[in-house]
T-cell receptor, first 116, second 113 residues
C-alpha cells in the first residue's frame, strides 16, 4: 500500500470559482478525516467519515464546503464560491477503528489551495 | 475544550546537540498523546504516541513520556541530526469514539551541521 494520496497537490483559482479535491485513503481504513492547515498553525479538523457516513463536521465547515465519501473509499471536498480566506493546505488522513482501540491517523501530502 | 500548547520556534541547534520541545495540554478526560513531524513539502507523519499516564513513546531516537501530574508530553532526543530539521506537532485525541485530534501550533526545528 502506498499510503494516503491527494489530488491535486496544488491548485490556484480565482475568487468565486469552485474547486474540488480528492483523497484516496489507505485501502483497509474505514475512517477518513479532512483538515485545514494555514501557515504557522497546526491542522484544524473539518469533518470525518466512517465508511460512507459523515459523522461530524466542525463549525469551520461553512455551507460553501461539502464533502462526500460515496462508496466508503475515496472522498472529495468541494469548496464553492472560493474566497481568499480559503487559501490553505487541505489535509486528508485515514485510520482503521474497531472497538475501543486508539485511532492512529495517517496523513496524505495535502493539497495547497491559493485563491487569487 | 481540549487544547495543546507548544513552545514557540524556531528552535535552532547544532548537530549532535540535545533537543527538548515542550508540550503541555488541557483535556477533560484521559486523552492519547502524539507527536507528529512534518518535513518540508510533505504531509504529517506520526512520530510517536502514548495512550496512558507514564507511558513512554519512542521512535527514531525521539522519546516523550506521558506525565499526567504535569499534563505534559515533552519531546526529547539526545543527539539531533541535520535530517531532523522539520516542524514538530504535539497533539491529543480523546478516547471517547471520534478520536479527532487537537494539534498544537507546531515547533520548527533547524539543525545546522
Amino acid at each position: 500500500d502506498t499510503g494516503v494520496s491527494q489530488d491535486p497537490r496544488h491548485k490556484i483559482t480565482k475568487r468565486g470559482q469552485n474547486v474540488t479535491f480528492r483523497c484516496d485513503p489507505i485501502s483497509e481504513h474505514n475512517r477518513l478525516y479532512w483538515y485545514r492547515q494555514t501557515l504557522g498553525q497546526g491542522p484544524e479538523f473539518l469533518t470525518y467519515f466512517q465508511n460512507e457516513a459523515q459523522l461530524e463536521k466542525s463549525r469551520l465547515l461553512s455551507d460553501r464546503f461539502s464533502a462526500e465519501r460515496p462508496k466508503g473509499s475515496f472522498s472529495t471536498l468541494e469548496i464553492q464560491r472560493t474566497e481568499q480566506g480559503d487559501s490553505a493546505m487541505y489535509l486528508c488522513a485515514s485510520s482503521h477503528t474497531s472497538g475501543r482501540s486508539t485511532d492512529t491517523q495517517y496523513f496524505g501530502p495535502g493539497t495547497r489551495l491559493t485563491v487569487l | 475544550g481540549d487544547s495543546v500548547t507548544q513552545m514557540e520556534g524556531p528552535v535552532t541547534l547544532s548537530e549532535e546537540a540535545f533537543l527538548t520541545i515542550n508540550c503541555t495540554y488541557t483535556a477533560t478526560g484521559y486523552p492519547s498523546l502524539f507527536w507528529y513531524v512534518q518535513y518540508p513539502g510533505e504531509g504529517l507523519q506520526l512520530l510517536l504516541k502514548a495512550t496512558k499516564a507514564d507511558d513512554k513513546g519512542s521512535n527514531k531516537g525521539f522519546e516523550a513520556t506521558y506525565r499526567k501530574e504535569t499534563t505534559s508530553f515533552h519531546l526529547e532526543k539526545g543527539s539531533v541530526q541535520v535530517s531532523d530539521s522539520a516542524v514538530y506537532f504535539c497533539a491529543l485525541s480523546d478516547q471517547g469514539g471520534s478520536y479527532i485530534p487537537t494539534f498544537g501550533r507546531g515547533t520548527s526545528l533547524i539543525v545546522h551541521p
